[in-house]
């Protein structure tokens, strides 16, 4: 809920501060507000009584499936207001950024699905926002600079930047997927094996 309401007063701004944006600005504000809403979203499998409801009948790619159902109507909505609230001069193309949200808010969702299936923590969210902040932040440095996934949309390499995009998010779904359905047998890491 915190990070769709900063997400939120971040597409806002200009609105709220009568500015004045290009398309850079308002694509950046967009990737601010996506990332924001998505550190959000590490959150939604946190389960305090994990070990308690591990032995309830409903299996986890229902409890997931669910918990991922009553979620997306709502982000759905979040986006488009997010997408208003940046002025139509300064709005950058809507499929490509949309693209990128979806790919951010379901990384951080696989995510949190992995840690779920590989570790014991009952509330994984706070690891699985420190990793997207760390990706974030490297990715633009670490990546070759022709691979860069946060271009502009006048830059040549932004068409190459969305198809890295659309791998992210096919990735994130099918490793959100498998992390979901549970293990036939419990194997742990060494690394997650005495936590």
């Known amino acids: ?22 398309t850079g600005a308002g694509l950046n504000l967009l990737r601010a507000a996506a990332l924001t809403f998505a550190l959000g979203l590490a959150f939604l499998l946190d389960d305090p009584a994990r070990h308690i409801t ?5 299996r986890r790619p229902v409890r997931v499936g669910l918990r991922v159902a009553l ?4 982000a759905v909505l979040w986006w488009t ?22 790919a951010t808010a379901l990384l951080a969702t ?8 590989f ?29 860069t996934l946060f271009p502009a949309p006048s830059d040549p390499r932004w068409d190459g930047a ?3 995009w659309a791998v992210v998010l096919v990735t994130a779904a099918l490793a959100g997927a498998w992390s979901s359905v549970e293990p036939l047998r419990t194997w742990r890491p060494a690394v997650f094996a005495h936590r």
Not at 110 to 117: C, N
């Open 1 to 22: 809920m915190t990070g769709a309401v900063l997400g939120l007063l971040l597409a806002g701004m200009p609105r709220l501060f009568s500015l004045r944006l290009d």
């Open 54 to 58: 591990a032995a309830v009948p409903t």
């Open 71 to 74: 979620v997306a109507p709502s």
């Open 81 to 102: 207001a997010a997408l208003f609230l940046i002025p139509e001069q300064a709005r950058p193309p809507v499929g490509a950024v949309t693209l990128e949200a979806a």
């Open 110 to 117: 696989a995510a949190a699905a992995v840690m779920v299936r």
């Open 119 to 147: 570790t014991n923590r009952a509330e994984q969210g706070g690891a699985v926002c420190v990793g997207l902040l760390a990706m974030a932040v490297l990715a633009p440095l670490l990546l070759p600079h022709r691979w």
């Open 162 to 164: 969305h198809q890295a």
